[in-house]
Each structure stands twice: as C-alpha cells, then as structure tokens.
C-alpha cells in the first residue's frame, strides 16, 4: 500500500520560501512510471495543482505559479519536495503531496494527508 | 489551459435522492482524462472515477459517470449519508485543473 507523508514547517513569514517534503513508503519513486505531485486547498475553497515531477527529475508546470514553484526529488531517499518561494497570505492553505493520475493507463493514485501552512508574520 | 466550470455550486437533496453533477470543459477533453474526487471534511481528496465512467476499486457501484468531449455527469443515484461532501472533476495528463467544486448537502 503506497503511503505519502507531507512534512515541513508549518508557519511561515511572508515574502519567505515555503519548503516542504514528501515522504514515500510502501513503493519506490525511481522504480515507478508514476508522476509525483504537489497540490493545495486554501481554506475553504478548492484544488490546485502546483506541478509534478517524475523520477528522472523532468517536471511538469503549472504556467501561473511557474516562476516561483521549484519541485525536486531525492530518489535515494524516496522523497520529493516543494518550494514556493515569495509567499504572501494568499498561500495560507493545506498543502498536499500524491501520486496523482497522469496518463490514460492509470486508475488509482493516492495522496498524504496533507499539511497546513500558514503564511504571517 | 483548461478551465472546468462545475454546476450548480450547491445541491440540497435527502436521503436516498439521485443526484447529478455536471462538469463543463473550456475545449474538448479527452474522455480518457477526466476524473471525480469527493471531498469529506477534514480529508483528501478520494479517486471515484477516472476516464470520464470508470469506477475505482471498492467505489460504490450508485456513482457512475458519464459524458464525452466538453460535458462530463457524475451521478450518485441514491445518496446515502456519507456522501454528503464535496465533488470535483478534474482534467488530467500533461497538466491538472480542477472544476470549483459541487457542495452536495443534506436539505
């Protein structure tokens, strides 16, 4: 069974670099053929995706948050990871990180459980 | 991109009632890349159907979709009182968008 867990500060000041991790169990990142995502809610409102990575390191972007969304993995230790860089209180949301649909073959993901971050000085 | 625009934004119905979203896509979708999450309060988002009218594994066979190029319907045909939540379709492949949601809730 394929688990993520998010980690990372929750609080951060503005104008600062949101960073987070995401940990792997259960199913290896360099072995797969998945794509590997970052995803938020702020509260109460809806989905967005902030882009993908695949374990070769070739991402896929979100056009609007392009510039300051940075996706890396780490293959050796089964993790991938987010920056967001020049937050303002408009990133306040629960941040998410899965192993979302991405092609016509799949027909399952899975995703953590999120984690909340919030953006104040 | 793609812009998903769900309707309505909220459907009050009861108990054992038939419920129907729709999902409208900005330009033609490939059938093979929209799928339905549902959204519990306080929980991920869980995979329902993906290829527009494929059931994941363990769902319940009362959702089912449907729909093809630019209008895609989930339906629930009888709501029992866990799904009760929030529904989106997305649009999957190269790059992910989702609709705004549809607030299904007790009436």
């Known amino acids: 069974q394929l688990q993520l867990r998010e980690s990372g500060p929750g609080l951060v000041k503005p104008s600062g670099t949101l960073s987070l991790t995401c940990t792997v169990s259960g199913g290896s990142i360099s072995g797969s053929t998945y794509y590997w995502g970052w995803f938020r809610q702020p509260p109460g409102k809806g989905l967005e995706w902030l882009g993908s990575?695949?374990?070769?390191?070739?991402?896929l972007d979100n056009p609007s948050l392009k510039t300051r969304v940075t996706i890396s993995v780490d293959t050796s230790k089964n993790q991938f990871s987010l920056s967001l860089t020049s937050v303002t209180a408009a990133d306040t949301a629960m941040y998410y990180c899965a192993r979302p649909l991405s092609s016509a073959y799949e027909y399952s993901d899975s995703w953590g459980q999120g984690t909340l971050v919030s953006v104040s000085s | 991109e793609i812009v998903l625009t769900q309707s309505p934004g909220t459907l009050s119905l009861s108990a054992g009632e038939r419920a129907t979203l729709s999902c409208r896509a900005s330009q033609s979708v490939g059938a093979s890349y929209l799928a339905w999450y549902q959204q519990r309060p306080g929980q991920a988002p869980r995979l329902l159907i993906y290829g527009a009218a494929n059931r994941v594994i363990g769902i319940p066979d009362r959702f089912s979709g449907s729909g093809s190029e630019t209008d895609f319907t989930l339906t629930i045909s009888r709501l029992e009182p866990e799904d009760f939540a929030v529904y989106y379709c997305q649009h999957y492949g190269s790059s992910i968008t989702f609709g705004q949601g549809t607030k299904v809730e007790f009436k």
């Open positions: 990575i695949y374990h070769s390191g070739s991402t």
